[in-house]
């Protein structure tokens, strides 16, 4: 099975684009600009149409951000479109509408934590942060799938290593909890998502360092490289949690913060786009655990477990 090359870089350019508008909505709410305009929807070509001595910074970041939405929307209708008529696999052109689907709730989501701000607050915000995550390891996903070594290869199930495979499942998740806390600590300030984001850290190293162990068992270089960018990942989010909380310990209480420096928006901002890049790798693992431990179950192995147990 084949696909057109296009449709796999095609894959990578809208998460590339994609990370782009996750980078200006991280932007966004690390200065608190998410309420600049209270106008919505927009155009697109919105900013050519204001006078440029009227808006402010937290004005053009805002709207630059609703602009690369449209632009990622864009890509996405092509993917969808793309894998639909050129995939043949029922599964792909089936997710493919999904991640579609969960870019378009994504739009309206940012639309209505606009609209419904003064009735519900930042509540919107945290989900809209969130669902960020999953539409990002959606596409992200899709990328993967479309490579020309996904297509070469099977799904058999290898009982011998399913064990790595749910641990690699349980290990998304988990991150996948910590970021909620995350942005729950991010966008209401509570101490409950502060707490449970902190003790969750620890979780995660712990199941990343399991992973590993599991992952080296198997002496398989292709799957233990991602589980090493996962590491890698990880240990520069480690400091910039510790920068980021330095930081705002520092800079005594919220309520107190006039206005956040161009140092503490980076950190901040890194930290929120690492952990993007830990959730999408750590599914990512996942995926391939499925696939490679999947192909690796040969005849000859399965006849030598079978003697193994008759022994």
């Not at 155009?43 to 602009?67: T, V």
């Not at 609209?115 to 942060?129: F, M, P, R, S």
């Not at 690699?168 to 409950?192: D, E, K, N």
């Amino acid at each position: 099975m084949s696909l057109p090359r296009w449709l796999h870089r095609w894959a990578v350019l809208t998460v590339c684009a994609t990370f782009v508008l996750l980078f200006l909505g991280a932007v966004v709410t690390t200065f608190r600009v998410g309420m600049a305009d209270q106008v919505w929807p927009t155009y697109p070509w919105h900013l050519l149409l204001i006078s440029w001595d009227e808006p402010s910074a937290g004005f053009l970041i805002e709207h630059s951000h609703r602009l690369a939405g449209y632009i990622v929307g864009c890509c996405v209708i092509v993917l969808a479109i793309g894998l639909w008529r050129c995939d043949p696999r029922p599964w792909v052109r089936r997710l493919g509408l999904i991640a579609l689907l969960g870019v378009i709730v994504q739009g309206l989501l940012g639309g209505f934590r606009v609209k419904l701000n003064e009735l519900i607050g930042t509540d919107l915000a945290v989900i809209h942060g969130c669902f960020a995550q999953v539409v990002f390891a959606l596409l992200v996903t899709l990328a993967l799938v479309t490579t020309t070594r996904w297509l070469t290869g099977g799904s058999r199930l290898d009982s011998q290593t399913a064990g790595l495979k749910r641990w690699a499942m349980f290990t998304a998740g988990l991150i996948y909890l910590q970021i909620v806390l995350g942005a729950v600590m991010r966008h209401t300030y509570s101490v409950a998502g502060q707490r449970g984001h902190l003790l969750i850290a620890f979780g995660v190293v712990a199941a990343f360092v399991w992973l590993l162990k599991l992952a080296l068992e198997e002496h398989d270089r292709t799957l233990l490289a991602p589980i090493l960018l996962l590491g890698g990942f990880l240990l520069v989010q480690v400091f910039l949690g510790v920068e980021a909380w330095v930081q705002r310990v520092a800079a005594g209480p919220v309520e107190m913060q006039e206005r956040i420096t161009i140092g503490q928006a980076a950190v901040r901002t890194a930290h929120v786009m690492v952990g993007f890049c830990i959730f999408s790798t750590a599914v990512a693992i996942f995926l391939r655990a499925h696939w490679i431990l999947g192909t690796k179950a040969s005849p000859a192995r399965a006849a030598s477990g079978h003697l193994e147990g008759v022994v």
